[in-house]
């Protein structure tokens, strides 16, 4: 039985008092769903003790945007996955379509931040998904298979569940264009069947036991539609979670 999970990406935004009233206004619209979902947020990094400690025992998750591939030493700016662990953080997103067009890193470069991620306990969520110039070139499957695949090769297939897939195609990214269902049903299960495509048993529990999670422009208006597909097993969310009555919403159609 995969649990439905709702991750909220605030990107780099915030500020102390706005993440304060956030949080506040958050966490009594999400209390209705904390048995029934796994919630997170990923605030910028300087603001993690903060909402850590806003979040306290309600079960809504920490979770951060970014991390290194590396253990410690010469590497500036960059913060460790033990570091997040130590923090308190539950989640670290790996791969997020802006750190890869916008920072340059590869599937190499994501696999082993996701490795990281796993080796201290973390639950990765494996950010995957297609250009515009990549869909209408009709090269989805390959370029979000092509992504999974370096995980795969770094981690091993069994372990791809220690975290969670998240699709979010990067057109729809912040865009306001969100997927159709029909296009995000197809790519979930592509994403099943490509995992699954091995035939043993063992690669088939996998597919099944896989969370992949859907984002890119999720609404209150469109969550009901997207959420609803059997695939989908839950969203992260961009500027959607920003908003304590939008993300409370969202989390309703969950
Ligand atoms: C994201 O940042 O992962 C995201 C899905 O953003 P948005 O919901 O704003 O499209």
Known sequence: ????????????????????????????????????????????????????DLLG???????????????????????????????GCRYVLVGHSERRTLYGETNQDVAAKFRAAMSVGLTPVLCVGESLEEREADQTSNVVAK????????????????????????WAIGTGRTATPEQV??????????????????????????RIIYGGSVKPKNAIDLFSLSDVDGGLIGGASLHSKGFGAIAGAL
Request: hydrophobic share 45%; charged share 15%.
């Open 57 to 87: 025992s309600t079960g809504v998750a920490l979770g951060a945007q970014n991390a290194s591939a590396f253990v410690s030493g010469a590497h500036t700016g960059e913060v460790s996955v033990a570091m997040l662990q130590e923090l």
């Open 185 to 210: 049903s197809i790519v979930h299960q592509d994403i099943r069947s490509f995992v699954g495509c091995d035939a043993s048993e063992a690669s088939q529990d996998i597919s099944e036991d896989l």
């Open 1 to 52: 039985m995969r649990k439905p999970l709702l991750i909220g990406n605030w990107k780099m935004n915030g500020s102390l008092q706005a993440n304060e009233a956030l949080v506040m206004r958050l966490l009594p619209r999400l209390r209705a769903f904390r048995d029934s979902l796994e919630l997170g947020v990923c605030p910028p990094l300087p603001y993690l003790f903060q909402v850590r």
């Open 147 to 170: 992504q999974i695949q370096a995980v795969i090769n770094e981690v091993g297939l069994s372990s791809l569940t220690k975290g969670v897939v998240a699709y979010e195609p990067v």
